[in-house]
């Protein structure tokens, strides 16, 4: 799957999940391309986002 195609999904997962947009962005600043390297899936790397926000 492309990165920003991914990027997209796991935004809307987080979005969908309860999160606020700019802590959404935050988030994807700050960890997805670790987790986009350890994990799947945008279910998988939306979680580990959450998590260690």
Known sequence: MKTETLKN???VIL???GN???DVKK???GGFE???S???NAKQIARYLR???
Do not use: L, Q, R
């Open 9 to 11: 999904k796991v935004e």
């Open 38 to 40: 350890k994990y799947d």
């Open 51 to 53: 998590v260690t926000y």
């Open 34 to 36: 670790f987790a986009a």
């Open 20 to 22: 606020n947009v700019n």
């Open 27 to 29: 988030m994807i600043e």
């Open 15 to 17: 979005i969908k999940g």
